[in-house]
């Protein structure tokens, strides 16, 4: 059987004649969890055998081993994906504006409880 990207929207197959790297699922749980959710297919569940093609990370979710070759690090999840816009995220300008309101609030607590103690 052909091993296929499981992404959506993604038709790479593992061929001889093209150089591709094909990454399995992670067997930890909580590693395999946030794939999971990275993926956003709905109903997915991986088989031992589910691959991610390597179209799917950045280049910095690469590392060179000793011998040289391009090989995944330990802690990314894939991340580009060429998602339907019903499966888009579009982040929220004012969720974003918001957070940092709140951290920069919290860090001026902490600098002047720290001061007065």
Do not use: Q
């Amino acid at each position: 059987m052909v091993e296929s990207c499981s992404a959506v929207n993604c038709c790479n197959r593992r061929r001889e004649d093209v150089k591709m790297k094909f990454h399995r699922i992670p067997t930890d749980p909580n590693m395999r969890k946030l794939w999971i959710h990275a993926i956003r297919r709905e109903n997915f569940t991986p088989s031992a055998k589910t691959v991610i093609c390597e179209k799917r990370f950045t280049p910095e979710d690469y590392e060179v081993s000793v011998h040289g070759n391009k090989v995944l690090k330990k802690v990314p999840v894939p991340s580009v994906f060429d998602f339907p816009a019903h499966l888009k995220k579009e982040p929220s300008h004012r969720r974003v504006l918001k957070r940092k309101h709140e951290y920069i609030i919290s860090r001026m607590n902490y600098g002047i409880t720290y001061i007065v103690l």
